[in-house]
């Protein structure tokens, strides 16, 4: 019997609102992860099916795990950042399977945070992991992702959040201007709309404005680099407050479930400059929390380096639930 028609391959994927992928977990060993672009398939039946019949042309898993970056609410998913629908049962109905599992994709790191080996980990100040603490996570890339982990017996108790989404607050008048200048625009300004790949855009734009700067239209990548690099003074200046108040937002999320187990930094923009993160004032602002700093200061930060970090969630998920 090969590998693709066992009764223990399970299909995993990770489904972003830039980014699906995909992945057969079977007789405990993940096989190599495919990347397909959300915007080449008008839906995620089109992607799944381009992938299923690339790779798995002879049988079918008879299981699948999903994480989407949107709310999961009775097996459906509408992802936040791009028009496509999962349905649990839809999947289980046109593809065979004997059960779909679907869940929040920050969920997934969420079950990851336990089993990340050192090397996949970037430490961001603070001291020891508490052992039997929560953990916590939060992500900036297409939106920001927020989940929390509390160990318990056997498995974790994960907790998946839509914490992104909550009012983000300034910490300088400069900040309160910025966000003065996105609340005209948006009306609610949430901690997304500046911690995110569009985030970034947006403080990048409200700099700009605020400053009387002229500067090219760009996404977010194109600000990134220079503003690492220090070619364009508001490139920088939007990446410096990207970090700083993303320390803001960490801090906050510390002190509100008592993460003395760790806060990990996950999602795809801050992967690729770890550097300058670790000499921002991500740090000094995730311990600015006046008569809390003393709290705050032994709470190790980790940037997670793994950029498959969800396979590693789906993974320990799928061998709590006895599937893979």
Request: aromatic share 6%; net charge neutral; charged share 15%.
């Given at each position: 019997?090969?590998?693709?028609?066992?009764?223990?391959?399970?299909?995993?994927?990770?489904?972003?609102?830039?980014?699906?992928?995909?992945?057969?977990?079977?007789?405990?060993?993940?096989?190599?992860?495919?990347?397909?672009?959300?915007?080449?398939?008008?839906?995620?039946?089109?992607?799944?099916?381009?992938?299923?019949?690339?790779?798995?042309?002879?049988?079918?898993?008879?299981?699948?795990?999903?994480?989407?970056?949107?709310?999961?609410?009775?097996?459906?998913?509408?992802?936040?950042?791009?028009?496509?629908?999962?349905?649990?049962?839809?999947?289980?109905?046109?593809?065979?399977?004997?059960?779909?599992?679907?869940?929040?994709?920050?969920?997934?790191?969420?079950?990851?945070?336990?089993?990340?080996?050192?090397?996949?980990?970037?430490?961001?100040?603070?001291?020891?992991?508490?052992?039997?603490?929560?953990?916590?996570?939060?992500?900036?890339?297409?939106?920001?992702?927020?989940?929390?982990?509390?160990?318990?017996?056997?498995?974790?108790?994960?907790?998946?959040?839509?914490?992104?989404?909550?009012?983000?607050?300034?910490?300088?008048?400069?900040?309160?201007?910025?966000?003065?200048?996105?609340?005209?625009?948006?009306?609610?300004?949430?901690?997304?709309?500046?911690?995110?790949?569009?985030?970034?855009?947006?403080?990048?734009?409200?700099?700009?404005?605020?400053?009387?700067?002229?500067?090219?239209?760009?996404?977010?990548?194109?600000?990134?680099?220079?503003?690492?690099?220090?070619?364009?003074?508001?490139?920088?200046?939007?990446?410096n407050m990207f970090c700083a108040m993303?320390?803001?937002?960490?801090?906050?999320?510390?002190?509100?479930?008592?993460?003395?187990?760790?806060?990990?930094?996950?999602?795809?923009?801050?992967?690729?400059?770890?550097?300058?993160?670790?000499?921002?004032?991500?740090?000094?602002?995730?311990?600015?929390?006046?008569?809390?700093?003393?709290?705050?200061?032994?709470?190790?930060?980790?940037?997670?380096?793994?950029?498959?970090?969800?396979?590693?969630?789906?993974?320990?998920?799928?061998?709590?639930?006895?599937?893979?």
């Amino acid at each position: 019997m090969t590998a693709t028609t066992s009764t223990t391959t399970t299909l995993l994927a990770d489904i972003g609102g830039t980014n699906a992928r995909f992945a057969l977990l079977a007789d405990g060993g993940l096989g190599p992860i495919t990347h397909m672009a959300v915007g080449d398939y008008g839906t995620f039946q089109q992607a799944l099916a381009a992938y299923l019949g690339d790779t798995v042309p002879i049988g079918r898993p008879r299981h699948a795990v999903f994480a989407a970056s949107g709310p999961v609410q009775n097996g459906r998913c509408a992802l936040t950042n791009n028009s496509w629908i999962i349905d649990a049962a839809e999947l289980c109905s046109d593809h065979g399977f004997s059960s779909v599992r679907l869940i929040n994709d920050f969920e997934a790191v969420g079950w990851a945070l336990p089993r990340l080996p050192p090397g996949s980990l970037l430490q961001l100040g603070g001291r020891e992991r508490v052992a039997g603490a929560p953990l916590a996570a939060l992500g900036p890339g297409t939106g920001l992702g927020m989940v929390i982990s509390i160990p318990h017996a056997g498995a974790p108790i994960v907790l998946p959040s839509e914490g992104g989404h909550s009012t983000m607050a300034g910490s300088s008048l400069r900040e309160d201007a910025v966000i003065e200048h996105l609340r005209r625009r948006f009306g609610h300004v949430s901690s997304e709309r500046v911690l995110s790949g569009a985030g970034l855009e947006n403080l990048y734009d409200a700099l700009a404005s605020i400053d009387g700067v002229t500067v090219p239209e760009r996404r977010a990548v194109d600000i990134t680099r220079p503003g690492v690099e220090g070619t364009c003074p508001i490139s920088r200046a939007a990446v410096n407050m990207f970090c700083a108040m993303l320390g803001s937002v960490a801090g906050n999320l510390a002190l509100a479930i008592g993460a003395k187990g760790g806060i990990f930094i996950a999602g795809g923009i801050l992967r690729h400059m770890p550097e300058f993160l670790a000499a921002s004032q991500f740090r000094a602002r995730f311990e600015e929390k006046g008569r809390l700093k003393a709290y705050l200061a032994p709470i190790p930060a980790y940037l997670v380096l793994d950029e498959h970090v969800a396979f590693v969630g789906l993974r320990a998920l799928t061998e709590a639930e006895g599937l893979g």
